[in-house]
């Protein structure tokens, strides 16, 4: 007796069939992977073809409608204003008044380079005179006056330096 596995074109055909078998399921799988998403994209262009042919949705009516509550829960805690004033002008009562006339070279102070000496000219600030009568609210008003580094002033001693030149000692330090 024959079994049917002994005849090679039965064998072979069995083979043929897995081998078609398993190309169809594949494609059966990718088939509806592309299925899903082509519905995916068609209700997708749908809705927004919807949207736009949406006569009801009116942008005015609809945020005059918008009313934002602050909550605790939604708004965390309540801002405080931190904005300081800056302040106008110096006290030139205090300083004095320069002029260009009486300009000196304030760049012989140690800290003032030529962009700083223009910045102190632009807020009327001359001279040696000047400097060495600041007070430190009149320090603070210029840090802020020409947005100099807080504090540099002091540490230079801008002062002190503008005393010792006007008493005749010449030398940057």
């Known amino acids: 007796m024959q079994s049917i596995f002994s005849n090679q074109n039965l064998i072979h055909l069995a083979e043929l069939f897995f081998w078609l078998l398993g190309a169809f399921v594949i494609g059966y799988y990718f088939g509806t992977l592309k299925r899903k998403s082509t519905k995916k994209s068609e209700r997708k262009e749908t809705a927004i073809t919807d949207i736009n042919n949406d006569d009801s949705f009116d942008l005015v009516d609809d945020i005059s409608k918008i009313r934002a509550k602050k909550t605790f829960e939604r708004g965390g805690k309540e801002t405080v204003n ?27 102070i140690k800290g003032i380079g030529p962009n700083i000496e223009e910045k102190l000219n632009e807020v009327g600030i001359y001279n040696y005179t000047q400097i060495s ?8 008003d210029l840090t802020e006056l020409i947005k100099f580094f807080p504090g540099r002033i002091e540490r230079d001693d801008w002062v002190g330096q503008a005393y010792k ?9």
Do not use: Q, R, Y
């Not at 300081?84 to 304030?106: M, N, Q, V």
């Not at 030149?165 to 330090?173: F, I, P, V």
């Open 82 to 108: 931190t904005v300081f004033e800056a302040p106008k002008s110096l006290d030139f009562e205090t300083i004095g008044k320069g002029s260009l006339e009486t300009k000196d070279d304030l760049k012989l």
């Open 133 to 140: 009568n600041f007070t430190s609210k009149d320090i603070e």
């Open 165 to 173: 030149l006007l008493n005749g000692n010449n030398k940057k330090e």
